[in-house]
């Protein structure tokens, strides 16, 4: 991609910071005819289809109103990758380009922005081998497996990491080539001129914002939603039935535990996700961060706006 196609301004911030509304209304405002204002939902859930609700999917009317792309995807049974994500996100600000717009990206992904972004190089996928790997229950002998394979790679992951131990092991015996000589990976912060605002809230409002939202998407229907999918014909990718909310009333629709049970658990989940989220987050130096206090579109829109022009 051509210098990341004029460089894209990115909105980040864990789960229920308001990084859609903040994107929705600057998109309107500053859209002109001849410089529209696009939006690239960065989101390891939303790219699946039928999975709106749970996945805080942008509306058909938002859609409507500013076009949107890297959503709706794939089916919600079938597998996606980090590189597929690379590939979609790729394309789309190629596209936007070629309109004469501009590219607004809202991500609440670590991963899938920094391959974006940061044009990460991704090892490719050996299936076979990560099943092989996947049946052996001693995570330890994993570990002390990849130790003698890559040790630089082991030397930074944890030793109870299965699913990073796992993947590594996969590129090494996959790919004849150790897992750390792809690239720095995400540990690196490579300047690259794409400037990122990150909103932050105190712990106690995230905290209550993630609650209000959880129990608002289940007033929406998202018990009807999983419902659906759950009895399709064909599923819900693993991948996808781990997404948050969907996972646990699936639990509840399998009998485990009451729907109020699910909700908390729903609702605890998510805010340790949220923790994780800016943690990843954190670690990047190149994010400047905004402190919001009540209103994240009154005071973070006319930064982002700013910056977009």
Request: overall charge neutral; glycine content about 6%.
């Amino acid at each position: 991609m051509n210098d990341l196609v004029r460089k894209p301004v990115v909105i980040v911030g864990p789960t229920a910071s308001g990084k859609s509304s903040v994107a929705m209304a600057v998109a309107q405002a500053e859209t002109t005819t001849s410089s529209p204002v696009h939006i690239v939902a960065v989101d390891a859930m939303q790219v699946y289809r039928d999975m709106n609700i749970g996945t805080a999917k942008p509306t058909e009317q938002d859609q409507a109103l500013v076009a949107h792309h890297c959503i709706d995807v794939v089916d919600s049974h079938e597998r996606f990758t980090v590189a597929e994500f690379k590939k979609s996100a790729t394309d789309a600000l190629e596209q936007i380009h070629k309109l004469g717009g501009r590219a607004l990206l809202v991500a609440g992904t670590g991963l899938y922005l920094t391959a974006v972004i940061d044009d990460l190089v991704l090892p490719g996928e050996f299936l076979e081998i990560r099943a092989t790997l996947e049946s052996e229950a001693n995570t330890q002998a994993l570990f002390e497996r990849l130790t003698e394979l890559d040790s630089i790679a082991a030397e930074k992951m944890e030793r109870s990491n299965r699913r990073r131990i796992i993947r590594a092991l996969e590129v090494c015996i996959g790919s004849g080539r150790p897992f750390s000589s792809f690239g720095p990976g995400t540990s690196a912060y490579p300047e690259n001129g794409v400037i990122q605002i990150g909103l932050r809230w105190s712990r106690d409002r995230l905290a209550q914002r993630v609650a209000d939202r959880v129990y608002a998407m289940i007033n929406a229907g998202l018990v009807a939603e999983v419902t659906a999918l759950r009895n399709s014909k064909q599923g819900l990718s693993r991948t996808a039935a781990q997404a948050l909310g969907y996972k646990e009333l699936l639990q509840h629709l399998d009998g485990n535990m009451s729907l109020d049970e699910a909700v908390a658990e729903t609702i605890t989940h998510t805010r340790q996700f949220a923790v994780r989220q800016e943690r990843w987050f954190r670690r990047d130096p190149r994010i400047k961060w905004v402190s919001i206090s009540e209103d994240p579109v009154t005071e973070i829109m006319p930064i982002i706006a700013k910056h977009l022009r």
